[in-house]
């Protein structure tokens, strides 16, 4: 075997693949919003208004990141509320 280390296919790739700094800011807000969804939600179940309210951010963003969350199995939607405009939405157990 020759002294020169084999360069494994993963860092070739590597190479020519560069991320631009728009998607790793993208990147960055979705975790950053995601874990403060889940923050929010460890504590009890809640509709999309209150966790908008409680995180400052709006409701449509937060509407956008529940589906994302729901598809990945993150979270479930549960129960409607009192008034059947919203459901409650809840982790998911793992």
């Known amino acids: 075997m020759s002294k020169e280390k084999k360069e494994r296919t993963i860092d070739y790739l590597k190479k020519g ?19 403060t969804i889940l923050k929010t939600l460890e504590t009890e179940h809640k509709t ?3 966790i908008a309210k409680e995180t400052n951010i ?5 509407t956008k990141y529940m ?14 509320d009192e008034m059947e405009e919203y ?7 793992k």
Do not use: C, W
């Open 17 to 35: 693949h560069v991320v631009s700094d728009e998607i790793k800011v993208k990147i960055k807000e979705f975790a950053k919003i995601k874990r």
């Open 48 to 50: 999309i208004p209150q």
């Open 58 to 62: 709006s409701i449509d963003v937060i």
């Open 67 to 80: 589906m994302t969350l729901i598809k990945y199995g993150n979270i479930k939607a549960g129960e409607m």
């Open 87 to 93: 459901y409650f939405y809840e982790l998911l157990k």
